[in-house]
Nanobody, 123 residues
């Protein structure tokens, strides 16, 4: 079983930046694909970004050009650097892990999830 713990959320002004971190434990991190999803109040969970165990990256439309996903296998950690934040980026951000099967952008293909970290963007 994988345990995922997110950190780095908080309150930031529009146009600012945050870096989220997710530490994984309990399974071989370097063979997992890792993803970030988010969920705003009253909305469905949305794909943000993912990185494969071979360092391939994939981004949702709202993240392209503003967010960067990266991983550090030595630290069992995946990061999400978020720049040029907008009000509509306000959400709970979740880290997720899966084996290298299925689709990166499909939340149901992920087997393990963190509890989330709140990101609030203010005007």
């Amino acid at each position: 079983q994988v345990q995922l713990v997110e950190s780095g959320g908080g309150l930031v002004q529009a146009g600012g930046s945050l870096r989220l971190s997710c530490v994984s434990s309990g399974r071989t991190f370097n063979t997992d694909d890792m993803g970030w999803f988010r969920q705003a109040p009253g909305k469905e969970r949305e794909f943000v970004a993912a990185i494969t165990f071979t360092d391939g990256t994939w981004y949702g439309d709202t993240a392209k050009g503003r967010f960067t996903i990266a991983r550090d296998n030595a630290k069992n950690t995946v990061y999400l650097q978020m720049n040029s934040l907008k009000l509509e980026d306000t959400a709970v951000y979740y880290c997720a892990a899966k084996k290298a099967v299925g689709r990166l952008e499909r939340s149901s293909d992920y087997s393990d999830w963190g509890r989330g970290t709140q990101v609030t963007v203010s005007s």
